[in-house]
């Protein structure tokens, strides 16, 4: 599986901005999904993960009520619609796939896209 992420962007805080990840091969439906992120200076870590037909989700506190995972098996497509974004959340986001769903961590996914910069100001 290769995967593409895009939408990345400028946005001030309290804004919206919506990151797609599109994803090549035929077996898209059998992997679970995921979103991490990584701050200049600091560890990559889970922000949301969807499970392979998207009837199951879970995010990390820090994101919960604000941000939204989603996928379309059929356009082979994940999504991150990010609300109420706040400087903090500034960082490099990168989705994430694996046969496997429900794991936070970064070393346990298999396949990764190339990230896509968030730049939340003040």
């Known amino acids: 599986v290769q995967l593409q992420a895009s939408g990345g962007g400028l946005v001030q805080a309290g804004g919206s901005l919506r990151l797609s990840c599109a994803a090549s091969g035929r077996t898209f439906s059998r992997y679970a999904l995921a979103w991490f992120r990584q701050a200049p200076g600091k560890e990559r870590e889970f922000v949301a993960a969807?499970?392979?037909?998207?009837?199951?989700?879970y995010y990390a506190d820090s994101v919960k009520g604000r941000f939204a995972i989603s996928r379309d098996n059929a356009k082979n497509t994940v999504y991150l619609q990010m609300n109420s974004l706040k400087p903090e959340d500034t960082a490099v986001y990168y989705c994430?796939?694996?046969?496997?769903?429900?794991?936070?961590?970064?070393?346990?996914?298999?396949?990764w896209g190339q990230g896509t910069l968030v730049t939340v100001s003040s």
């Open positions: 994430a796939a694996d046969r496997s769903y429900g794991s936070q961590r970064w070393a346990e996914y298999t396949y």
């Open positions: 969807i499970s392979w037909g998207g009837g199951s989700t």
